[in-house]
């Protein structure tokens, strides 16, 4: 038996006028996603546990069965560990955005305008990690460079427990309330406004300003956590297992239960991605012996922060066409019995430019039993059918034969 998980981050989401009062998923053309899911078991489930932030780490976490309340240590870990860096028992990982704020103003008065700065790309945000590492690096402090605005910092003797506020919860308003404040909080505090005087004038910011696109002109911390620990996948199931994710974090998850990550060239983290890479990818892991296979397209999600409607649209076309048509055509004709579950980790709705932590429609297709399912794969069809898993990482039971 072979086993597909797809995964279209923040692919949920709410009516939008725009779109004749659809939401997204219902607007999107996919033909693929509403064949298969006619004939799949259709329904919802909670993949964030009640009182924990619907961060794209824990419901992740929970759709691989490890329970986000037992498991979750804060998303930086697990995005160190994908990039190859050895955490220290003693130290604490966060995540390092690189973000563009207003130039109005003293740091204190500036409003959070970009948690991505454009999207910059990884080369440019290199040269920008490098200069904060120069300044304001030292022997128990070092930054590190990930993907795009996604960056890390190791600090030996942090304070894994700050509360710290998530910077795209906070788009378009003043900064102010939301800084790291009292004693525990200072020392980021300061971090983050040193930032500022050596970024905003970097070469690369006014390279950036030139060509028409917001500089990254100040770094965010948030997510803490010590080294991470997950079980053995392949231990608790039996399989051999890949992921495949242009995203640090998901690969993160991935190495910490023993799955091996797969790096697709091309890959972005956003709409603009290798659609077609990812989906060659999951057929070469399958080929290669790979027993299950979870992609994570992080495009519809960044398309919400961004309140892109139609992009958001788009990239649920893109991933139905060119990820799920060519890997279901190849599971179809490889010999084996196989099965597919679709569905986005959370929601993340455009109106609100951030995730929320309403239960998302699932599916899950076999091909030694068809089920009656769903005409269309959406939010308002799942829920119809009135199968509610409240608990998401039990769900993995219903998907893989014991």
Excluded at 121 to 149: M, P, Q
Excluded at 370 to 376: A, D, L, M, N
Aim: aromatic share 8%; with cysteine; net charge negative.
């Amino acid at each position: 038996m072979k086993y597909l998980v797809l995964i279209p981050d923040g692919m949920a989401d709410e009516k939008i006028e725009v779109l004749g009062n659809k939401t997204p998923m219902e607007a999107a053309n996919k033909p693929h996603t509403d064949a298969l899911c006619a004939r799949s078991t259709v329904g919802l489930v909670s993949n964030v546990p009640e009182g924990m932030v619907p961060e794209s780490d824990t419901a992740n976490m929970a759709i691989l069965s490890f329970d986000p309340k037992v498991y979750s240590k804060g998303r930086s870990p697990l995005e160190a560990v994908s990039m190859g860096l050895e955490m220290k028992e003693d130290e604490v990982a966060y995540r390092c955005n690189i973000v563009t704020l207003s130039d109005e103003g003293e740091y204190d008065e500036k409003i959070m305008l970009d948690h991505s700065a454009d999207e910059i790309t990884t080369a440019e945000a290199d040269e920008l990690i490098k200069a904060l590492d120069k300044e304001l690096g030292n022997d128990i402090r070092r930054f590190y460079t990930g993907v795009s605005y996604r960056h890390c910092i190791l600090w030996q003797g942090g304070c894994d427990t700050y509360n710290f506020m998530r910077p795209h919860d906070i788009l378009g308003q003043p900064i102010k309330n939301y800084l790291p404040s009292g004693e525990d909080g200072k020392v980021f505090y300061e971090l983050m406004k040193a930032s500022w005087d050596i970024l905003n004038h970097h070469p690369v910011n006014e390279a950036r300003r030139a060509r028409g696109l917001r500089p990254a002109n100040s770094i965010w911390l948030w997510s803490p956590g010590k080294k991470p620990a997950l079980p053995s996948f392949k231990d608790k199931w039996g399989l051999d297992a890949a992921v495949i994710s242009a995203v640090d974090l998901i690969k993160g998850i991935g190495l910490c239960a023993g799955m091996k990550s797969i790096d697709v060239e091309g890959a972005t983290g956003n709409v603009h991605t290798n659609y077609d890479g990812k989906a060659q990818a999951a057929i070469s892991a399958f080929k290669d012996g790979a027993d299950y296979v979870y992609i994570h397209v992080e495009g519809p999600d960044e398309c919400g922060h961004r309140a892109e409607v139609e992009n958001k649209v788009r990239a649920i076309e893109l991933i139905d066409g060119k990820i799920l048509a060519p890997v279901y055509e190849y599971l179809k004709n490889c010999g084996e019995d196989f099965k597919i579950m679709i569905l986005p980790d959370h929601p993340t709705p455009t109106r609100l430019r951030t995730h929320t932590i309403d239960p998302v429609p699932f599916m899950i297709y076999s091909s030694k039993e068809e089920k009656v399912g769903c005409t269309t794969f959406s939010e308002g069809e799942a829920a119809k059918t009135g199968l509610y898993v409240p608990h998401g990482h039990t769900l993995m039971e219903l998907f893989i034969e014991k």
